[in-house]
């Protein structure tokens, strides 16, 4: 059965980089059926698709994050990571790590647990 | 972007009660229409992909249907598990985008 963690610092200070990495285990980050994606979800608000990424390296991101994303994917440690640069208090959120199917209609399953992301100083 | 529309908000029902959730998009996305059960603390989980596909283990007391623009959740009977929030997700065209969710509670 496929599972998702998320690691990484809970608390980054304003203006800094947020990195997290998700961690695929019981199956394969090359399988050509999958992208891999990455959603966050600020505190009693909405869910936000921030970008997937196919283990080719082919990338995909949210326009409205895109110039500050990089989504980055290593298949030898079955990972693949997330770094937002300059990050403000808006960036506060849980963030998920999820497969999506590369078919349409392109769902996103399963998901990781999710983790808490605090900008502050 | 394409927005996605959710309503109610938030619903108040009974256990097996006939519950409707309906989900408006900016523009059409076809049937490229997926929702997802979100519980306290916790991920979501596919329930429904491509507007109306059951996702495996899911019970069939949910369906989903429309097209286009339009589309609906419906739970048929509610059971306890199913107080949780709802979200529709168009993956027709990048950004992906969510609606806003439904809290659904008990009355």
């Known amino acids: 059965q496929l599972q998702l963690q998320e690691s990484g610092p809970g608390l980054v200070k304003p203006s800094e980089t947020l990195s997290l990495s998700c961690d695929v285990s019981?199956?394969?980050?090359?399988?050509?059926?999958?992208?891999w994606g990455w959603i966050r979800q600020p505190p009693g608000k909405g869910l936000e698709w921030i970008g997937n990424?196919?283990?080719?390296?082919?990338?995909y991101y949210n326009p409205s994050l895109k110039s500050r994303v990089t989504i980055s994917v290593d298949t030898s440690r079955n990972r693949f990571s997330l770094k937002l640069s300059f990050v403000t208090a808006a960036d506060t959120a849980v963030y998920y790590c999820?497969?999506?199917?590369?078919?349409?209609?392109?769902?996103?399953?399963?998901w990781g647990q999710g983790t808490l992301v605090t900008v502050s100083s | 972007d394409i927005q996605m529309t959710q309503s109610p908000s938030s619903l108040s029902a009974s256990v097996g009660d006939r519950v409707t959730i309906t989900c408006r998009a900016s523009?059409?996305?076809?049937?490229?229409l997926n929702w997802y059960q979100q519980k306290p603390g916790k991920a979501p989980k596919v329930l429904i992909y491509?507007?109306?596909s059951l996702q495996s283990g899911v019970p069939s007391r949910f369906s989903g249907s429309g097209s286009g623009t339009d589309f609906t959740l419906t739970i048929s009977s509610l059971q306890p598990e199913d107080f949780a929030t709802y979200s529709c997700?168009?993956?027709?065209?990048?950004?992906?985008?969510f609606g806003q969710g439904t809290k659904l509670e008990i009355k």
């Open positions: 999820a497969r999506r199917y590369y078919s349409v209609p392109g769902w996103f399953d399963p």
């Open positions: 019981g199956g394969s980050l090359s399988s050509p059926s999958h992208y």
């Open positions: 990424i196919y283990y080719s390296g082919s990338t």
């Open positions: 523009q059409s996305i076809s049937s490229y």
């Open positions: 491509g507007t109306s």
């Open positions: 997700q168009q993956s027709y065209s990048t950004p992906y985008t």
